[in-house]
């Protein structure tokens, strides 16, 4: 920690403060949803007024069979839902979803593997590859998942992340024909391979994320813009975790001459109740980082990201371009 303090000690006396600009998402399985994680979210709210959150919401909330009444859902799930906060998909491969989205179901291969219980709370089908489906097949789901959400009261949804970071470019193409030209998915494959050693997730991770680390920024690729979840989610990366990443990531920036880093954390709606504590020491820990006059603290929303990040122009285009394919492809 000393070495730490030092180095942004010097960066300070150059006058060469590191901007941090972070980002916090939630992640929502579409598995339950409990009051007790609804109220944690809420605590955090009102605990972090001014920090914005990308919400990357689960149509499989109104495709699940249970007892629940989806007006309800909804309107639990609306309340978590603050003026400027992002809203974003998040698409699991459970059966009752898939068959929704007039697809049908694929229960194998599964990421996690074949020693764990197929069934979760009764679902099948949550860690099938979303790559194991065609492109059309997954521009399916991505369309009825929009169209759920609209119905039901939430805004457009302007990002995306896969489930189980399990993106590529089957369903970056997917995204492109509905609009959604921002892909959270990317994350550091070595976080995935300590966490899930020998399994078709680690596999699938190292193919598509081997490049990616704590240090990656937010880049156009594929003809998207790539928004890395470069510090995981608490579920995985504890608070202490992530500071020892974020001390690498600052101590590089400032040897490198870089001023701005980028941190990319969250959580998941299901178990916000025992995770979201380690958010908050991240959150305080950097914020007093900042009072201490080491960094410049920016909590920004996926589009403010993008424009701070020098991506904007490139975005525009992107989407341009976008909707005059779409409309060549329509007149074909």
């Known amino acids: 920690m000393s070495c730490f303090i030092s180095t942004l000690s010097q960066a300070k006396s150059l006058d060469s403060k590191v901007v941090v600009e972070l980002l916090?998402?939630?992640?929502?399985?579409?598995?339950?949803?409990?009051?007790?994680?609804?109220?944690?979210?809420?605590?955090f709210q009102k605990q972090y007024p001014t920090i914005k959150l990308i919400h990357f919401m689960n149509a499989a909330y109104f495709t699940k069979s249970w007892s629940k009444d989806r007006d309800e859902i909804s309107k639990r799930l609306l309340s978590l839902i603050r003026p400027g906060d992002d809203l974003g998909v998040h698409i699991h491969g459970w059966k009752n979803f898939v068959e929704a989205s007039g697809v049908t179901f694929k229960s194998h291969p599964r990421y996690l593997g074949n020693h764990l219980p197929e069934r979760f709370h009764g679902e099948r089908g949550s860690d099938v590859p979303l790559d194991e489906y065609s492109t059309r097949e997954i521009t399916q789901m991505l369309e009825?998942?929009?169209?759920e959400l609209r119905k039901r009261g939430f805004p457009q949804?302007?990002?995306?992340?896969?489930?189980?970071?399990?993106?590529?470019?089957k369903v970056w193409s997917a995204l492109k024909r509905v609009g959604i030209l921002i892909d959270s998915s990317a994350v550091p494959a070595r976080l995935i391979r300590n966490l899930y050693p020998r399994s078709l997730l680690q596999k699938k991770a190292d193919s598509l994320w081997s490049t990616i680390t704590e240090f990656t920024k937010s880049r156009q690729r594929a003809g998207i813009i790539e928004v890395p979840n470069n510090m995981g989610l608490a579920d995985y990366v504890s608070a202490e975790h992530f500071r020892e990443m974020a001390r690498n990531s600052l101590k590089r920036s400032i040897r490198n001459g870089d001023n701005k880093v980028l941190f990319h954390y969250g959580f998941h709606q299901e178990t916000a109740r025992l995770y979201l504590d380690e958010v908050s020491k991240v959150i305080d820990w950097l914020t007093s980082l900042e009072k201490?006059?080491?960094?410049?603290?920016?909590?920004?929303?996926?589009?403010?990201?993008?424009?701070?990040?020098?991506?904007?122009k490139a975005y525009e285009e992107l989407v341009a371009d976008n909707a005059n394919r779409c409309r060549r492809s329509v007149r074909k």
Request: avoid cysteine; aromatic fraction near 8%; charge should be negative.
């Open 144 to 147: 009825f998942s929009i169209l």
């Open 292 to 312: 201490e006059g080491k960094i410049t603290l920016l909590n920004h929303s996926v589009i403010e990201h993008i424009k701070s990040a020098g991506l904007y």
């Open 24 to 43: 916090i998402s939630i992640d929502y399985e579409g598995d339950k949803i409990r009051t007790t994680d609804l109220e944690a979210i809420r605590q």
């Open 157 to 169: 949804p302007t990002s995306f992340r896969a489930g189980g970071w399990q993106s590529g470019p």
